[in-house]
């Protein structure tokens, strides 16, 4: 009879060497969401695909998801976006993380400007956090109407890649063997 503890070894290495990224690739999947209130309520929540930039650092390259229950539908140029999350906090920088959502452009970002707004720095949201600006028109700065600001809280949640999900299943069989083993063992 062939032992059983060798064959779920090799399964569990063969399952992680399949299933494992390509050497080199560097693509992640997070999902977010967001809300806050400041006059009026906003939410959103989704998916997004990013490539790594290194130092946990992330250029997003898709987003999907919604916004107040309207369908996002990709990331857009609004407001210095620069489409970028981290693993680290802040999740967000402060150029931030813009997408369309009926064809209407909002960003995302997080400011770390603590105070009202200076005359030099029109994206302040008047504290240190998350914020939203929009709806605005795709490619441009956000100012050149009444975008609102509003301040958000942001969570940025990285999607385990399928080799994790395989050595976690391949441990809970081991530990399910071993228990079973076990309690033969204590009957015999």
Same mark, same amino acid.
């Given at each position: 009879m062939i032992a059983l503890k060798p064959c779920i070894a090799l399964?569990?290495?063969?399952?992680?060497?399949? /299933?494992?990224?390509? =050497?080199?690739?560097?693509?992640?999947?997070f999902t977010w969401s967001y809300a806050g209130t400041h006059g009026y309520v906003v939410s959103g929540s989704g998916t997004l695909t990013a490539t790594s930039l290194g130092?946990?650092?992330?250029a997003?390259?898709?987003?999907?998801?919604?916004?107040?229950?309207?369908?996002?539908?990709?990331?857009?140029?609004?407001?210095?976006?620069?489409?970028?999350?981290? #693993? #680290?906090? =802040?999740?967000?920088?402060?150029?931030g993380l813009a997408f369309l959502v009926g064809g209407s452009a909002f960003n995302v970002y997080y400011d770390?400007?603590?105070? =009202?707004?200076? =005359?030099?720095d029109?994206?302040?949201c008047g504290f240190a956090g998350y914020c939203e600006i929009g709806p605005g028109v795709p490619g441009t700065s956000g100012l050149d109407g009444p975008d609102p600001i509003n301040p958000i809280a942001f969570t940025l949640t990285p999607v385990p890649e399928p080799a994790t999900w395989a050595l976690m299943l391949a441990?809970?069989?081991? /530990?399910?063997?071993a228990l079973r083993r076990r309690r033969v063992a204590a009957a015999a």
């Open positions: 399964a569990a290495l063969a399952g992680a060497v399949l /299933l494992a990224p390509a =050497p080199g690739a560097s693509a992640a999947s130092g946990g650092a992330y997003v390259t898709s987003i999907s998801g919604t916004r107040n229950g309207v369908a996002i539908t990709g990331l857009t140029d609004y407001a210095g976006d620069d489409n970028q999350v981290y #693993t #680290t906090f =802040p999740s967000l920088d402060y150029p770390t400007t603590d105070g =009202p707004a200076s =005359p030099g029109p994206y302040a441990g809970f069989g081991g /530990l399910g063997v």
